[in-house]
């Protein structure tokens, strides 16, 4: 805490300039309503809204406005900003009579986006009848395309109401639990796409409140409370952007055995299932002895629907044993949230490292078997959650190869390592492990919707490792600066997805008020034989290739922050000469075409080489892609002068330590968090 203490006192001397710099930005350019519209992912998510038309929505909002004409312009907002193309469609209820509880008209089917058709057919609705909430989510759901045999389809509706249900029948929230029970099964392939349901109360209270909190909760969504006019356009556009920008998964689809006799085979690469709450799924592998493998790693990434509730030790416990009574043990380990808030995307990994003389048991070929339990407190979601399972296999060095020393210590890549202070350049993380974005050293900003992760990318070579710095500045807060605290986070990766544990040397976690704040992360250098090492901070850097970083915002700064989302800048370092290979002695690397401080392109990124170098490692594994980003001169230059200020002092250690001297290694307790 005391590192983090002294980042955000010198965050703090320059945040005045932080809030200058944050109020002309957001007046030339609203975070949360892009320049130019986004490009609808290759995917398979779709949205309908559902809006309120009913009589109450003709009173004064308190604007001056009527509640329906500020819903159309929050939906006229929303369609600006979701990517171009995404199925998105509009269903109405209360518009076309006084009184009836059978009221509720699809406007604009779920198709591919025509913005101004859909800001043409909001235009129209009238406010007249009442509120048959229940039969309008009913069909609702009826609206959203079938999810396609074995995927995983993220199909989203989007209740937005200033009002309870006045027909009794169907009761919304047992509709919404009905429609959240149509999520992946596991007895069915055919069910498997994922409903979510969240819920906008608009100006509500009371029953009528408690009444959409049940539906969300019911439906595995969100609740967004939104008093104003304001407030409403800013919570639908978090809603629909989350459904829309989801993490994107990949992998062949198969359904892991209730016991250890049902469980499929798999080979080195990527699947996707799926795992209920107190759920235990078995797989089994053929890996192979030290002669064909040096090392196997089995990562689970589950995905929750954004934000659901979930308790402070709820998380994946992947246990790998082998096949001869499930004796002995070879890798266990279990990763939980951290905090009682709601859910994000969690990872969790078992590693096989044959012994160097492989001779202990878990060594051998032969036929391995994977449990994958979900721990979920009876309180938590109970909706089902996808996840993705990757197996990687590493090969062995070549023989007659000497490998280069493990290097377990963090030496000049510490905590006060010197970091760039060049202006930021504007890019888009990815959504998960199959997008991220792909990285150089450099200075880069982006923004974070509440309860989301972005992901990134960066290559790093044999005797160089990572490090990097996410800093958070002034955002305006609606109950003013010193609001409701929420977290944000951060996490590395290796190549296979083993998360890589800080052993305390960084401040991961941070409370967040909408004043600066900083998290921090990185690895050791990459060396062979990190693998034999004791430290997790080790054994994971064990290869070169891409490393992964995660940065969350947890969700529940959409009750903090004014701005639909929250802008921050990550500082990436790569330190250290790159080698030649892992092998005693490897020459130095020439810098490599093109150096490494740009975004690479989606082509370039798929030709990149794996770094292994004579005598390398490769492993198999899914190819991962990424895409390019922009700049915007006026917040470089004002964000490079506040950079150089808040840096000048705390960055002076670390620039003689760049020079020649060691940084500096403090351990402490490291937090079982999510990301």
Not at 110 to 128: G, N
Not at 150 to 175: A, F, H
Not at 340 to 359: D, K, L, Y
Not at 374 to 379: G, I, L, M
């Amino acid at each position: 805490m005391a590192r983090l203490h002294r980042r955000m006192a010198a965050a703090l001397s320059c945040g005045t300039l932080l809030a200058l710099i944050a109020s002309p930005l957001a007046a030339a350019a609203p975070r949360g309503a892009p320049a130019a519209p986004l490009t609808v992912a290759e995917g398979n998510a779709s949205l309908v809204m559902v809006l309120d038309s009913s009589g109450s929505m003709a009173e004064d909002d308190g604007s001056g406005g009527t509640r329906i004409e500020s819903a159309r312009r929050a939906v006229g907002e929303v369609v600006d900003a979701l990517p171009d193309g995404h199925p998105t469609g509009l269903r109405v209820y209360g518009a076309d009579r006084e009184e009836g509880c059978t009221d509720t008209r699809l406007v604009r089917p779920v198709e591919p986006l025509d913005r101004a058709a859909v800001k043409r057919a909001v235009a129209e609705v009238e406010p007249r009848g009442d509120t048959p909430i229940g039969l309008a989510l009913r069909r609702a759901a009826e609206d959203l395309p079938e999810a396609s045999g074995g995927s995983l389809d993220r199909r989203t509706i989007l209740l937005v109401s200033d009002g309870e249900d006045t027909c009794g029948t169907p009761d919304p929230c047992e509709v919404a639990a009905e429609l959240g029970g149509q999520g992946p099964s596991p007895e069915s392939l055919e069910s498997s796409g994922t409903l979510r349901i969240d819920a906008i109360g608009f100006q509500v209270d009371g029953k009528a409140r408690e009444q959409l909190e049940c539906i969300a909760r019911a439906g595995h969504g969100s609740y967004y409370d939104a008093p104003d006019a304001g407030a409403l356009a800013r919570q639908l556009q978090r809603a629909s952007r989350l459904s829309a920008d989801g993490y994107r998964m990949e992998g062949e689809r198969i359904t892991g055995g209730r016991t250890a006799d049902d469980a499929p085979r798999i080979a080195p690469g990527q699947y996707t299932d799926t795992i209920g709450p107190g759920e235990k799924r078995w797989y089994a592998a053929e890996l192979g002895g030290p002669a064909e493998s040096a090392a196997d790693d089995l990562a689970v990434t589950a995905v929750p629907q954004p934000g659901v509730p979930v308790a402070s030790m709820d998380g994946l416990r992947l246990t790998l044993v082998r096949d001869d009574n499930h004796r002995p043990r070879c890798g266990s380990t279990w990763r939980y949230f951290g905090r009682n808030a709601g859910a994000m995307p969690i990872t969790a990994a078992v590693s096989r490292i044959p012994s160097a003389g492989g001779t202990r048991a878990c060594d051998g070929a032969g036929r391995y078997l994977l449990a994958v339990e979900r721990r979920s407190h009876e309180d938590s979601d109970r909706g089902r959650w996808p996840f993705e399972l990757l197996l990687a296999t590493e090969k062995p060095l070549a023989k007659g190869t000497v490998p280069a020393h493990s290097e377990p210590d963090y030496g000049a890549g510490g905590e006060d390592a010197p970091l760039p202070t060049d202006p930021p350049r504007d890019v888009e993380g990815g959504t998960g492990f199959n997008d991220a974005r792909r990285l150089g050293p450099g200075v880069w900003r982006d923004e974070l919707l509440p309860a989301q992760t972005r992901w990134y990318r960066v290559r790093i070579g044999w005797g160089q490792q990572l490090r990097y710095d996410v800093e958070f500045g002034n955002e305006p807060t609606v109950d003013g600066p010193a609001g409701t605290p929420t977290r944000v986070s951060t996490d590395v990766y290796g190549p296979t997805r083993v998360p890589v544990q800080p052993d305390g040397e960084f401040d991961t976690r941070a409370l967040y008020r909408g004043e600066p704040a900083a998290v921090s992360g990185g690895t050791v250098p990459v060396a062979w034989t990190n693998r034999w090492e004791s430290a997790t901070r080790a054994v994971p850097v064990r290869r070169a290739g891409e490393y992964y970083i995660g940065v969350g915002l947890d969700p529940d700064a959409a009750e903090l922050a004014e701005n639909v989302a929250v802008g921050f800048v990550l500082r990436v370092a790569v330190i250290g000469e790159e080698k030649a290979g892992p092998e005693h002695g490897a020459p130095a690397v020439r810098e490599r075409d093109g150096g490494h401080d740009a975004v690479d392109t989606r082509e370039e990124a798929g030709a990149a080489r794996d770094g292994s170098g004579p005598g390398g490692a490769g492993w198999s594994g899914p190819a991962v892609a990424a895409a390019a980003g922009a700049v915007t001169a006026l917040a470089i230059a004002l964000a490079a002068v506040c950079t150089r200020y808040t840096r000048s002092r705390g960055r002076a250690a670390a620039r003689t330590a760049a020079e020649g001297g060691d940084g500096v290694t403090v351990n402490g307790k490291t937090e079982g968090g999510a990301w």
